[in-house]
């Protein structure tokens, strides 16, 4: 079982920012893709952003030019950097890790984002 610990959310206003970290236990970090997906009330858990082993990265089109996925893999770290929050960035985000051999996933517990207007 891998633990992932989501920090960062909260309440923010419309055009504001907020950075999501995402921990990982040590040693195996540098085995999985990353990604960060989110889920409002009423709607499916949509993926917002991913990185590879690599760096390579990849975005939903309704965030790109506004989040930036980052990793620090000597710091097990996995980072959202949210600038330009529109109030439908609202939702609960999920810190994703899925491994690159076996392709077993894992989930953190979600953190809140809110976006007034």
């Known amino acids: 079982q891998v633990q992932l610990v989501e920090s960062g959310g909260g309440l923010v206003q419309a055009g504001g920012s907020l950075r999501l970290s995402c921990t990982a236990p040590?040693?195996?970090?540098?085995?999985?893709?990353m990604g960060w997906y989110r889920q409002a009330p009423g709607k499916q858990r949509e993926l917002v952003a991913a990185?590879?082993?690599?760096?390579?990265?990849n975005y939903a089109d309704s965030v790109k030019g506004r989040f930036t996925i980052s990793r620090d893999n000597p710091k097990s770290t996995l980072y959202l950097q949210m600038n330009s929050l529109k109030p439908e960035d609202t939702a609960v985000y999920y810190c994703?890790?899925?491994?690159?051999?076996?392709?077993?996933?894992?989930w953190g517990q979600g953190t809140q984002v809110t976006v007034s207007e």
């Open positions: 994703n890790a899925r491994h690159i051999l076996t392709t077993d996933a894992y």
């Open positions: 040590r040693n195996t970090f540098g085995f999985f893709t």
């Open positions: 990185i590879l082993v690599n760096g390579n990265t």
